[in-house]
């Protein structure tokens, strides 16, 4: 029981902590880095930011078989996050049609669920790849580590 417990907990802690383990001094998260992360990936992708929100990326990763992933990348400290700038950025109609969370202390990246058109195993499986690319590269550029998911 005791061991379930401190399991729990252990569980719990890393869901809070984000990824990577850099200290507060070595954190560089700024809507800026974002962008720099997300340029630097090994795909084309398109970001965009509009004027009147500050603190978020709606970024496109194209994929080399036609595929491409949309995330939306908020970055705290220029507000507070509110998920239904997500939702709408995404083109979806409520929260349950998103999924993502925070990254870093500072970095947090939401897609849609379903992708529509999306039908094929390999299509699937490649938008999937992209986001994880996606939210490594942010998580590396913040702690020097990936996310680890």
């Known amino acids: 029981m005791e061991l379930r417990l401190a399991l729990a907990v252990l569980l719990v802690a890393l869901a809070f902590a984000g990824c990577g383990g850099a200290n507060e001094t070595d954190h560089h ?3 800026a880095d974002a962008r720099r992360a997300m340029e630097a990936l090994p795909y084309v992708v398109e970001v965009r930011q509009k004027p009147d929100r500050d603190g978020a990326l709606l970024v496109k ?3 080399k078989l036609g595929e ?5 990348v908020f970055v705290h400290g220029y507000g507070p996050l509110r998920i239904e700038r997500a939702v709408r950025a995404l083109g979806v109609r409520s929260t349950e049609e998103i ?5 870093t202390e500072s970095y947090a990246a939401f897609s849609r669920v379903h992708e529509p058109g999306r039908e094929s195993r390999r299509q699937k499986a490649e938008a999937a790849s992209l986001l994880l690319a996606a939210e490594d590269a942010l998580c590396h550029q913040a702690t020097g580590e990936t996310c680890g998911i």
């Open 29 to 31: 998260e700024s809507v």
């Open 61 to 63: 990763v194209h994929g």
């Open 68 to 72: 491409s992933a949309l995330l939306y």
């Open 99 to 103: 999924e993502g969370g925070a990254l």
